[in-house]
Nanobody, 120 residues
């Protein structure tokens, strides 16, 4: 599965960014999608997930601030990030697959992530 995450950058606290992940795999009606983030020395954590039918779930730390969406026609998974905080600083990754795999993060491969840095 080819995955290309983009849209990261440097942002001041309180600002917004939208991440995009292009992959033909999101076009499958069987696949869920997820956004993850990782900071140095820590494990990758699931930030947001979306099922094949559009149901979403969020980590407590981002609930109410982040929104995941998918556009199957454009083969793209999005993560809208609002009210950014310095603790959101991380490399963000996307992945697509069966829901149980998205929720566990147990993928065999990952694409390049995109760096998000939030200054205070």
């Amino acid at each position: 599965v080819q995955l290309q995450a983009s849209g990261g950058g440097l942002m001041q606290a309180g600002g917004s960014l939208r991440l995009s992940c292009t992959t033909s795999a999101i076009n499958s009606k069987l696949n869920a999608g997820g956004w993850y983030r990782q900071t140095p020395g820590n494990q990758r954590e699931l930030v947001a997930s979306i099922t094949a039918v559009g149901s979403t779930n969020y980590a407590t730390s981002v609930k109410g601030r982040f929104a995941i969406s998918r556009d199957n026609a454009r083969n793209t998974l999005y993560l809208q990030m609002n009210s950014l905080k310095p603790e959101d600083t991380a490399v963000y990754y996307c992945n697509v697959g069966p829901l149980r795999t998205v929720l566990s993060g147990a993928f065999g491969s990952w694409g390049q992530g995109t760096q998000v840095t939030v200054s205070s």
